[in-house]
């Protein structure tokens, strides 16, 4: 399980099986990567895509993994979750723009097959309502912003304001930001207290480069 | 009122015997021939559903006639066979050679139409438990266009996109797969994913961002599939779509599992359909719906699609049953 007192680097994957598998090879060993296996990795691979990087990773980093599911559950939590905590995740996402009812399904779901569950704020305007509306608060709540929003509206940004103030309401809560793509912008997120920063687009267009990229961004983590 | 509507179930008799009553009020006095004929009219354009029915029933019975998939694979074929006579004759080959380039089986399914038609209704059939599970189903559906297959998000996410393939294969060639892949970002990828795997449709959130929608209009539009967009847990389906670039294909107004398990007092929107197709030239499906009573209020509302699953979650004996009790409703 994440400890809160240090920072994480989150690497999305969402190449295909083998080019994913030699870019989990080039990654430097350390307990502060997460490795998350993509929306469209999922639904391209299934669970057999989940349990194989579980198996690169766990070869390369001794045993140490954490693999976040990246399932995005919009309805029908509980079967989705009890698929990937078999495949071998450590957590799984649920969008927050789910009906509060499935989010509920989800964490509680997440609870029962012990792993953790993260909230995906992409397109919420008001993330700390969701989180009001909750019976349950979620382990990991995820700011994002959508890597197609990223693309084609310059002006939307990340909700940095946010972290302090979920943090500040819920104690036990750890903060990832996804959608930052430079070092510099990592840094920012670190900056204003997140606990994981989500990073994908650069190892997605520069596989050969993973290493030198994971290392660049591993020295922010320290 | 009940007569009228019975009597309209009945549509040829119900046609012919207004004719009748017309023929006799204007022999007695012409006066009251017109005034029947006004209100005939008026009361057809006042009930919305009548006048779609009489519309269906007049232009299938026209249409019908030209527009069969059988015919228009007769007459290609014809058209195929005459050209090849003429040039046996000149070329002297044989006979045997002509019929190699008739497409064996039954043609009509080889030329079924790859999108979805405005006019007509569709039972959609979303299978979301295992592959032995959907394999049972597939073999015990009646044969029929009106049907489209669903692989449900969590097939997609368990077996991934070999999922799509595998039920493709099984199906008859030919029929109508959507892939529901409820996209959320990454629109052009997942798009790709699910045109390769061979679906005819994909599914895209309408809680998504804006960007991400356009994006996955376009993306289907050019692999040539239809775009569906889910409007599961939006408020207001009819800002989305004004808000978008281009029109979807298809809108799916749809009611969450956990919703209906957990809040039995959330209904499906269905005064939305009117609302939707009103403003735009859309096929409008009702998701979220699964006892044959509630496709029949979603059809009565004017809905294009029923999507169903929870009938045909496990296969049975009645699956086959069941396939056609809905049929029935569709048409």
């Known amino acids: ?222 | 009122m009940p007569i009228i509507q019975k009597n309209l179930k009945n549509k040829p008799s119900a046609i012919i015997a207004a004719v009748f009553i017309f023929f006799i009020l204007i022999r007695l006095n012409p006066v009251f021939g017109i005034l029947f004929l006004l209100v005939v009219i008026l009361y057809i354009k006042n009930n919305q559903r009548t006048s779609i029915d009489l519309k269906n029933y007049l232009g299938a019975t026209i249409i019908s006639k030209i527009n069969l998939p059988e015919n228009i694979a007769a007459i290609q074929n014809k058209l195929k066979i005459n050209d090849l006579v003429e040039e046996n004759e000149k070329n002297h080959l044989d006979t045997e050679d002509i019929f190699k380039f008739i497409p064996a089986g039954d043609v009509s399914q080889a030329i079924k139409q790859t999108k979805l038609e405005k006019r007509k209704k569709y039972l959609h059939i979303a299978l979301n438990n295992s592959m032995v599970e959907a394999r049972s189903i597939i073999q015990q559906l009646p044969s029929s266009d009106r049907i489209l297959i669903e692989v449900g998000t969590p097939m997609i996410k368990h077996y991934g996109t070999e999922a799509i393939e595998q039920i493709k294969s099984w199906t008859a060639p030919g029929t109508y797969i959507v892939a529901d892949n409820k996209c959320a970002d990454l629109a052009s990828r997942e798009v790709e994913m699910m045109a390769q795997a061979g679906a005819n449709a994909s599914t895209c959130l309408g809680v998504a961002p804006i960007e991400t929608i356009d994006n996955f209009i376009e993306e289907c539009k050019k692999y040539n599939m239809d775009s569906m967009i889910d409007m599961m847990n939006v408020e207001d389906s009819l800002a989305v779509l004004k808000k978008l670039k281009k029109l979807p294909d298809v809108v799916i107004l749809h009611r969450g599992v956990d919703e209906t398990e957990v809040t039995k007092g959330k209904q499906i929107p269905l005064y939305q359909i009117k609302q939707i197709k009103g403003n735009y030239s859309v096929i409008v499906a009702v998701a979220g719906g699964d006892t044959i009573k509630e496709v029949q209020s979603a059809l009565f509302n004017g809905a294009d699609i029923v999507v169903v699953w929870k009938n045909f979650y496990q296969a049975s004996g009645d699956t086959a049953q069941l396939a056609n009790d809905f049929l029935k409703e569709i048409k």
């Open chain 1, 1 to 222: 399980m994440l400890n809160k007192r240090y920072k994480y680097l989150q690497i999305a994957f969402n190449r295909s099986f083998e080019e994913v598998r030699s870019m989990i090879n080039q990654l430097p060993t350390s307990d502060r990567i997460i490795i998350e296996a993509g929306t469209p990795f999922i639904k391209r691979y299934g669970m057999d895509g989940i349990s194989s990087i579980k198996s690169w990773w766990g070869q390369k980093n001794a045993g140490n993994t954490y693999i976040v599911a990246d399932l995005k559950v919009m309805d029908r939590g509980a079967t989705e979750v009890s698929l990937v905590a078999q495949a071998g995740a450590s957590a799984a996402t649920c969008l927050g723009l789910a009906p509060t009812e499935t989010i509920d399904e989800f964490i509680k779901n997440c609870e029962k097959a012990g792993i953790d569950s993260m909230l995906d704020m992409m397109n919420v305007k008001f993330p700390f309502e969701v989180l009001q509306k909750l019976k349950n608060i979620p382990n990991i709540v995820v700011l994002h912003r959508g890597a197609d929003e990223n693309v084609n509206n310059r002006e939307k940004i990340l909700p940095l304001d946010q972290i302090r103030r979920i943090k500040g309401a819920y104690n036990n809560i750890i903060i990832s930001v996804a959608g930052g793509e430079t070092t510099r912008e990592v840094m920012r997120t670190f900056f204003n207290d997140s606990n994981i920063a989500v990073v994908w687009r650069s190892f997605y267009e520069n596989p050969q480069n993973a290493t030198r990229l994971a290392e660049d961004f591993l020295k922010l983590t320290r």
